[in-house]
């Protein structure tokens, strides 16, 4: 394949994409990314829609050396490469998986983007996970936490108060009642509860789903003898595992101990 051919474009002729899902944080380091330009040159070229020679253009990819170049530089011109005509959607996927690889999206800008792909996809988890390159346990964890937080929750995540992986163990812990499932997480915040106590209030409150917020959180808290195994697995029962915990919407670890302990009960090892 012959390289893309890269061109000086005016920056006054290039406009940032609304498909771009960069909507917060890039301007955060500017300098950093500026000093870095200024001394190494742009190793890498900004992306924009449509072809050399038909301006306006769109950004799509590249909007933090876009801005670099602009606000701090102060030059006159940019490095870019032409990716023809885009729809929205094809927009959104490649400015996804590039700032996902990349610095890390905020929550909202990522949550945002990988729920409008999913509506896109008609509610496929797994097309939005080929399309973008992302697993599909993360997809299906943005898609899933999108559809049941509260917007308090969600305010949470956007400020980084709480991760995504505590907002799903809250919810599944609540079984999907979100109300209790915002007590949960005030109460993991509270008792700064460690990984093995928000595996036990997950299990606990799903075996219970009538238990208080603070029933279930008081249970994860109880002292418990546990002993770790390394189990060897195969590369197909890892990839089995790691699409049943997608599938699941869980971590692997989980899957895999409910699994053992499921299979204990039925042989009649466990009562």
């Keep these: 394949m012959a390289p893309q051919q890269i061109y000086d ?93 990349r610095r890390e999206l905020s929550y909202k800008d990522a949550a945002y983007a990988i729920t409008a792909l999913y509506k896109h996809f008609r509610h496929d988890a797994p097309r939005v996970s080929k399309e973008t390159g992302l697993s599909l346990r993360k997809v299906n964890q943005y898609v899933y936490i999108e559809e049941r937080a509260t917007s308090k929750t969600k305010r949470q995540l956007h400020e980084g108060k709480v991760t995504p992986a505590d907002v799903q ?54 002292p418990i003898a546990e002993r770790a195994f390394l189990v060897q697995l195969t590369d197909s029962e890892r990839k089995a595992l790691e699409g049943a915990a997608a599938s699941m919407k869980m971590e692997p670890d989980e899957v895999a101990t409910r699994a053992v302990r499921e299979w204990l009960s039925a042989k009649g090892f466990m009562g």
């Design 169 to 222: 163990r809250a919810i599944r812990a609540a079984s999907e009642d979100i109300d209790k499932a915002d007590k949960l997480l005030d109460l993991m915040k509270k008792y700064e509860l460690p990984m093995p106590a928000k595996k036990r209030m997950v299990e606990y409150g799903q075996e219970n789903p009538s238990a208080t917020a603070e029933e279930i959180v008081e249970k994860a808290r109880e």
């Design 9 to 101: 474009i005016p920056l006054d002729q290039i406009t940032i994409d609304d498909a771009n899902v960069r909507h917060s944080g890039a301007e955060t380091d500017l300098q950093e990314l500026a000093d870095s330009i200024k001394k190494h040159g742009l190793l890498q070229p900004v992306v924009l829609r449509g072809w050399e020679g038909h301006p306006p253009y769109e950004l799509i990819i590249g909007q933090r050396r876009f801005l670099a170049h602009k606000n701090i530089l102060k030059v006159k011109t940019i490095k870019a490469t032409f990716a023809g005509k885009l729809t929205d959607e094809q927009v959104a996927i490649r400015s996804l998986a590039e700032n996902m690889c």
